[in-house]
């Protein structure tokens, strides 16, 4: 059974930093693209940002955002710097097997449960 497991939410002022992480099991980590997500209130989910082998980011994240991942520990991590109050949304992880230049929702198979981020200005 697949888990993925998020943490490292929380509230923050305008400018500061955050680093998500995403502790997953059941799978063959290595082999997976894992992303992160984002949810704001009322909105769509929209993507954030992948890595398989290299990352790839939206542009509303570019040079703020980092994303890294551990296969030894079967974690993916998101730093989150410079954070903006448009930044407010629940962040979840997900997982597809095998790489695909996959940004939109349908083209993972799992997902965290979510971990929400809060920028105040």
């Known amino acids: 059974q697949v888990q993925l497991v998020e943490s490292g939410g929380g509230s923050v002022q305008a400018g500061g930093s955050l680093r998500l992480s995403c502790a997953a099991s059941g799978l063959s980590f290595r082999d997976y693209v894992m992303a992160w997500f984002r949810q704001a209130p009322g909105k769509e989910r929209e993507f954030v940002t992948y890595i398989w082998w290299n990352p790839y980011y939206t542009d509303s994240v570019k040079g703020r955002f980092t994303i890294s991942r551990d296969n030894a520990k079967n974690t993916v991590y998101l730093q989150m710097n410079s954070l903006k109050p448009e930044d407010t949304a629940v962040y979840y992880c997900?997982?597809?097997?095998?790489?695909?230049?996959?940004?939109?929702?349908?083209?993972?198979?799992?997902w965290g449960q979510g971990t929400q981020v809060t920028v105040s200005s």
């Open positions: 997900a997982a597809r097997s095998g790489f695909y230049h996959a940004i939109e929702p349908k083209h993972y198979d799992h």
